[in-house]
């Protein structure tokens, strides 16, 4: 749904101006506002606030009158008991030896991910296209075409393939993308194959946002939720999501500027990281597919296994 949301917003975006785009995107969140009204307080906060009757009733609302909620309810019964007999780990815990796995492969990924160029590229394809002298509106309704599909592929291969697989594909595509994204500009300053090189950055541009979507923009949120003790996924999630929207935060903010120092090197250092993630994905992250949350524990931290 992000994804779509996004390829929606591409569209709209070639036939309006920035202004009026942006008033566009405030409608939904002025709805999901209005729709906070609606959705119940979660079940498993009303558990461990001892409020059971609520908790139960809110399982009834979200499951269906008729439905049977009794072996759901003892699980979360059971979850809240766990909870209550660890104590509930803060931020500055995640930094112990034994959530040393764990912290570097969730931060890492986060950081990789945006580090790679990804919002950078989102937020100013069609000032990127431009530069390359190919057509925006073309490359990003492209873009938009192409990143539903391949974020649909993914969420199908992901219970299938796995997570390492999907995420090293995505990492090369990544890659490969930037690099020809990069040679493309490379050839403009050297005024080589000036007719080849528009194109040439348009399929970068589109692997990249391709490659991306199958596997990189989703898979490292996923993985963060499984490789954490149930007591520090609170505090892990905050961690990670600061890493996550920081980077993103300094990559976009520093973006014109290395483009207006060098095109061709900005796209070749993204795709230098890139290929830094394959070296990381391969080596640090573990495959998640088909493991309970205690064996993937077992096997990240086994001092508190």
Same mark, same amino acid.
């Given at each position: ?149 391949? =974020?649909? !592929?993914?969420?199908? %291969? +992901?219970?299938? /393939? ?7 594909? @995505? $990492? #090369? ?78 990559? =976009?903010? !520093?973006?014109?500027? %290395? +483009?207006?120092? /060098? ?7 993204? @795709? $230098? #990281? ?32």
């Amino acid at each position: 749904m992000l994804s779509f949301g996004s390829a929606l917003i591409y569209f709209i975006g070639t036939v309006v101006n920035w202004r009026i785009l942006a008033l566009i995107g405030a409608g939904p969140c002025v709805l999901q506002l209005f729709g906070l009204s609606f959705i119940p307080e979660s079940p498993r906060l009303l558990a461990k606030l001892g409020r059971e009757r609520e908790y139960e009733a809110v399982l009834l609302y979200l499951r269906g009158k008729n439905a049977d909620i009794s072996e759901e309810a003892t699980e979360i019964k059971e979850y809240t008991l766990t909870l209550q007999q660890i104590s509930e780990g803060r931020i500055l815990d995640l930094f112990q030896k034994t959530y040393t796995r764990s912290l570097l492969v969730g931060v890492g990924l986060m950081a990789l991910q945006q580090f790679g160029g990804s919002n950078a590229i989102a937020f100013y394809a069609s000032s990127i296209f431009e530069s390359a002298g190919f057509p925006a509106n073309i490359g990003t309704i492209t873009m938009a075409v192409v990143q539903v599909p391949m =974020t649909i !592929v993914g969420v199908l %291969l +992901m219970d299938k /393939s796995g997570r390492r697989p999907l995420l090293l594909i @995505s $990492a #090369i595509g990544t890659c490969l993308g930037c690099f020809l994204a990069g040679l493309s500009f490379l050839l403009e300053d050297f005024r080589q194959w000036t007719q080849v090189a528009p194109t040439l950055a348009f399929v970068g541009i589109v692997v990249y946002n391709a490659s991306f979507g199958l596997g990189l923009a989703g898979i490292p949120w996923l993985i963060m939720s499984e490789i954490f003790p149930i007591n520090m996924k609170g505090s892990a999630g905050s961690l990670v999501s600061l890493v996550n929207w920081f980077a993103s935060w300094i990559v =976009t903010y !520093v973006f014109n500027f %290395l +483009m207006e120092l /060098s095109t061709a090197g900005t796209f070749f250092i993204f @795709s $230098a #990281i890139a290929g830094l993630t394959i070296l990381f994905v391969a080596k640090l992250v573990p495959e998640t597919k088909g493991r309970t949350l205690e064996e993937i524990q077992a096997a990240m931290n086994p001092l508190t296994a």
